[in-house]
């Protein structure tokens, strides 16, 4: 099974957050089977986005920025330019969502005939609800 990773999993991973280790095992558990990690080319972007949040809150401190980064860029993760711009808007439609950020991590599961793993309880539980191939970590 070919996985996609949305960005959420990423940045736990990078920052030490209380449900990094459920996250590491199932990325470990993916890479010993031999499955591809992949995620749209927002990822990094949306990492960059949710440090920055991470920083002005007070929940990072800036000067452990660097070594978050690297971690994120060292994730073996295969990165796919946005294609499908028009089924990335209908699914995002279809979520009740006003960006397009989750519909493209779904729409590129689609394409891959992956199945995506996010953090996200409501987009996991709208997806699925919708059809598309959509997993919680817990």
Not at 29 to 39: P, R, T
Not at 90 to 103: G, H, I, P, W
């Amino acid at each position: 099974m070919t996985i996609v990773v949305e960005a959420n999993l990423v940045v736990v991973l990078a920052t030490g957050d209380p449900r990094a280790g459920t996250v590491e095992r199932h990325l470990q558990a993916w890479l010993d089977a031999g499955e591809e990690l992949h995620a749209p080319v927002l990822l990094p972007y949306e990492a960059a986005n949710a440090l920055t949040r991470l920083v002005v809150a007070g929940r990072l401190a800036a000067n452990d920025l660097p070594e978050a980064w690297a971690l994120v860029e060292r994730m073996p993760i295969q990165l796919h330019p946005l294609a499908a711009v028009p089924q990335v808007v209908v699914a995002a439609l279809r979520l009740n969502r006003q960006s397009a950020y989750d519909a493209a991590y779904l729409v590129l599961a689609q394409h891959l005939d992956a199945h995506l793993w996010t953090l996200d309880g409501p987009l996991a539980r709208n997806a699925a609800g919708l059809g598309f191939p959509v997993h919680l970590v817990r």
